[in-house]
């Protein structure tokens, strides 16, 4: 069952989240003029291991990124309606919601 990933009610804010038994610093950014997040992702001991990646709908967030030390999972943005972007509003309200697949979940889809 994929991992929901929590967003706060606050445009530049981080959480520690583990995910396959490891645990990463996620940093999220909310850009007011462009209206979207970003987010990075830290390891355990504070090394970036990617940057400023846009959260889009429905997309795998990481699929272009081959960090060896990254998730060896994906991350998703799953909103119903897909004609929208993820703003500040529809992702810290829950009608947008940021989750983690395992590399098993995905072999599944």
């Not at 929901?4 to 850009?31: A, C, G, M, Q």
């Not at 090394?47 to 997309?59: A, F, Q």
Request: net charge negative.
């Amino acid at each position: 069952m994929a991992t929901i990933i929590p967003v706060r009610e606050n445009p530049n804010h981080t959480i520690l989240v583990n995910l396959d038994s490891i645990t990463y610093k996620f940093w999220f950014l909310y850009n007011e003029a462009g209206e979207f997040w970003t987010i990075s992702i830290y390891n355990e001991e504070d090394t970036l291991l990617i940057s400023d990646v846009k959260i889009m709908p429905n997309y795998p967030l990481l699929f272009p990124y081959k960090n060896i030390e990254l998730l060896k999972g994906d991350l998703y943005c799953e909103i119903s309606d897909v004609s929208k972007s993820i703003n500040f509003d529809n992702l810290t309200s829950g009608e947008a919601v940021l989750l983690y697949l395992s590399k098993e979940e995905l072999q599944d889809i």
